[in-house]
């Protein structure tokens, strides 16, 4: 795939060769002064943990010099990344791995002619368990026989969780980020977001989570947040698309635009979620060619059962499943797997709980539940369609996604989570 030689190119390959060569994980925050030359973009950043003042930068200075390559000249991606991984040298990949056991490190990366091409600091993350990783070769293997601690599948990786603000991405990215990963909270509700970033990091006492603006219906919006993804952290190593709505309607009169609103946000969004997720992990890949990396879906288990008055979300779940399935396909190749997730209902969350328009009230005002006087009666009527007898909570949620990153023999899956609610066939 042809690509620019540019900062937000180069991150993420750099990530990727921390990955496999220095075997580390850490994040590639690429430097302002990157982009000195005229006519270029400048730098955004997202709010986050990584900025730091000059003096308490990195002290360890590498370069590496890429021969014959300038900076925002057109050139296949797989030619730029075997001039990284030829640049750099074992004792330089050494001394990476010794600095970044204490510190940071800044990496300059220069082309022909003395071009300078970009200016990286890596900043180490947690360090990982990659028993996990491990592809079983043979029967009986017994040093992978024994499941490795789930929730340690995710300490020192990078993950983004959409509609991270509230309701289950709020949720999935506390427990991810509790569990020693670094977050981007990326919601089209800004303040949400940022507010809910620096609770996590004080509930963690480490910096461990970024506030990000998108809107996964805009195209342009989905392409702006993965630049500054990769100028901030370099790479991804696990993507949630979480964010969606629902407008329930009967197909009689609920208007079309409605039904249209619904898709855009949670089929088209999906779709723009993973195609930017999926060239940058790409890239990743590149660097680090036996990483695995996950996209993970929170579809519904109206995406497994058909919902009555409920059909343009219910459609757009059910397409997010071939979605999921033709991606998985595609991606393997990349080490990237794809899968959905399909939660039952989440009562105590804002959808259901909400006093002024959630569902309850919603249902209650509106007589869906025949006989119900409060709202009581309207969630005793949900829950007992669940054979466990209670609704869905993050917690259920994010075994699975535990489960989904530490089965690297799996892809394409949709994987219900719905108390006995939904069986597969
Ligand atoms: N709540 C449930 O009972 C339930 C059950 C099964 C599946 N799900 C699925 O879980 C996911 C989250 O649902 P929830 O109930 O937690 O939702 P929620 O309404 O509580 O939260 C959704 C979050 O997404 C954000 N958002 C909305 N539109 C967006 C957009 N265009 N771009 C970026 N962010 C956007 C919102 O600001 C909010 O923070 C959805 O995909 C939903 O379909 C929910």
Redesign the pocket.
Known sequence: MKIKVTPSAIAPIVRGLMLSRASFSCMVKTRPESFACPGERTNESADGPIDRRPEERAEEHIRLVLDGILPQSEIEDAELAQALQHSLTQPQAQAIRRQLRIGDVCLDIMGAAGASIALLDLVPLEPLDRRYQMMVQSPGDASLLSSASRASVVRGKIALV????????AEIARGLAHSGAVVWI????LP?AQSFAQTLSSETGTPSAFAID????SEASVQRAFEIIALTTGGLDLVIS?????KAGSLLTQPVQEFRLVNE??YV?FFNIAQHAARLLRLQWLGAPDWFTDIIQ?????GLQGSNKNSA?AGS?FGSIGLVQSFALELVEYRIKVNAIC?????D????SDPQRGLFVQYLNSGKVPGARTIEDVRAFYESKVPMGR??YGPDVLKAIYYLVEQVYETGQALPVTGGQVMLN
């Open positions: 959409t509609g991270g603000a509230q309701g289950f991405g990326a919601d089209i509700n949400a998108i809107d996964v219906s979480n964010a969606g709505i629902l946000v949670n969004g929170i579809n519904s288990k109206s979300y779940k939660p039952g209902n989440f009562f969350g804002p959808l259901w609704g869905c």
